[in-house]
Structure formats: C-alpha cells, structure tokens
C-alpha cells in the first residue's frame, strides 16, 4: 500500500536549493535510507514529510490527503499527520524541553488526550523499549547526545506513529548503542512501522535498510536502488562508502 506520493517536489531556502525535481512513492512497512553527499537534502525531505516544511512545487500525497499549506493550517490535520509521522531531528537539542525524561516522553500522549493510566503504561514501554529507564528522572537537556537520541525516539514512539522520520539517528552512539538502536528500528519496522532515515554510513545501515534513494550535490536523486542492488554494484557500493 503506498503511504507516500511525492511529485515533482521542489524546496528552496533564499539563497539555496534544498531539493529539486523529486517524485517517490513509499509504500508501508519499508525501511528506506536516504543517502547523499553532505547538503544534498535528506533533512530538507524529512521536514517536507513530517509537515515541518511545504513544497514549493510539487504535490506531496500523505494516505489521500494533499499536504499543503492550507491543509497543515487546520490544527486538528496538522497534530493528526504529527501523531501518524513522527520525527527525531538531527539536532535533538531543538525536540526535547521538558524538565524530566518521563515528562518528555509523557507530553505528546498527554495532548492526544489519553487517560493518566494509558499515559503512565506508554511512557513506561517506550521508557523499556528503548532503554532509557534509568534516566528517566533526569533532565533531558543535561543528557549525553546519545543518551538524547534515545530519549527523543522515545517521545516519538509514545505517539504510536504508523511513520517515523529518523535524521541521522546514529550519530553521536557508541557502537553498540548503534548496533541497539539499529535493532530497535528494525523490530518497529517488524512491528508494522514505516522507516525512512536519512544516514552517510553505509557500512552502518548496509544489512537494515532495504530501499536507498540517493541523492546528488545538485539536490536531486541519483538513484533508487534495492539493498540487493546495491549489494550487486561493486561501483555503487564504493560511490557510498566514500560519502
Ligand atoms: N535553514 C536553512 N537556510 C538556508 N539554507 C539551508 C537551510 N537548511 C538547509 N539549507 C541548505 O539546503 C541544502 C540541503 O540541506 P539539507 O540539510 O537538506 O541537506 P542534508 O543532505 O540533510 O545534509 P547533511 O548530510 O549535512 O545533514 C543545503 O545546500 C543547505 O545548505
């Protein structure tokens, strides 16, 4: 089933192309990464899907709904698309403001409007799920930055999305918090979840991701290749190992 439509979708900052010329679908339940030189606009296209940003051009298609600005300005479609898309930045600095962990991760239930007993039992999976239990009295400021990334997918996970957004969610992880949080993903994906993460490790996300769309310095798209493709392409494989 496609989830995601996107034609011909075109971002601009002022001074600067963000992404140019992109038509995709994504379908449900696919792990897809995005890949591409440094500023060749994978976090442009998360902010586009999650509704952070509009296209300029282009039509971008969330299930039958056409996300535009007009749409995203009635506030009941806009939480909804929050709630079924959720993101962890890149920078998890700008997501998380409240004064504990729990609070962090019991705030987006809270304004779906949840019962305290619903609230107190998801706040506590997603504390278990991805492992942030011990933390979940401090300040979510005062973590680590993998400490942070954690507890970010927490908050998002605590909204039940069917889509997560991940940009860049394993920078700043030890390696095996890596290897934790790349199963983690992987389970939610088994449980249903739609991936897209934005990543320049191949090596990282080679075995995990079954879909790359990759991106060129001109903010276009290079190519859409399969795991196996890739896997089959000597050339490809080294173009990605060297990004
Ligand atoms: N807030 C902004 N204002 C102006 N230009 C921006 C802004 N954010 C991104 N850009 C520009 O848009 C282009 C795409 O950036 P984007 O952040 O989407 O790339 P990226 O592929 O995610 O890069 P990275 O791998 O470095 O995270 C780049 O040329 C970048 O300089």
């Known amino acids: 089933m496609t989830l995601i439509k996107l034609k011909d979708v075109c971002y601009s900052y002022p001074n600067t192309c963000g992404i140019k010329n992109l038509s995709i679908n994504i379908n449900k339940g696919e792990f897809l990464c995005l890949m591409g030189a440094n500023g060749s606009g994978k976090s442009t296209l998360l902010q586009i899907l999650s509704g952070l940003k509009t296209t300029d051009n282009g039509q971008y298609f969330f299930k039958n709904s056409e996300i535009t600005e007009k749409y995203l300005s009635n506030n009941k479609q806009r939480q909804k698309l929050h709630q079924q898309i959720g993101m962890v930045f890149q920078n998890t600095d700008v997501q998380l403001f409240n004064p504990s962990v729990y609070e962090e991760i019991a705030f987006g239930p809270k304004q779906l409007g949840l019962s305290q007993n619903k609230i107190i039992k998801r706040v506590n999976d997603c504390l278990k799920l991805t492992n942030c239990e011990k933390f979940r009295d401090r300040i979510p400021y005062q973590l680590s930055g993998g400490e942070k990334k954690r507890v970010a997918l927490a908050s998002v996970l605590a909204l039940n999305p069917e889509i997560l957004l991940l940009d860049e969610p394993l920078n700043g992880l030890t ?69």
Request: glycine share 2%; proline share 1%.
């Open 175 to 243: 390696i095996s918090a890596q290897r934790e949080m790349l199963n983690l993903i992987r389970e939610l994906q088994e449980a249903g979840k739609t991936i897209i993460m934005a990543s320049h490790n191949y090596q990282q996300i080679k075995d995990f991701a079954q879909r790359f769309i990759i991106f060129k310095e001109n903010h276009t798209v290079d190519a859409d290749l399969t795991q196996i493709d890739i896997k089959n392409s000597p050339d490809r494989q080294k173009q990605l190992m060297n990004l």
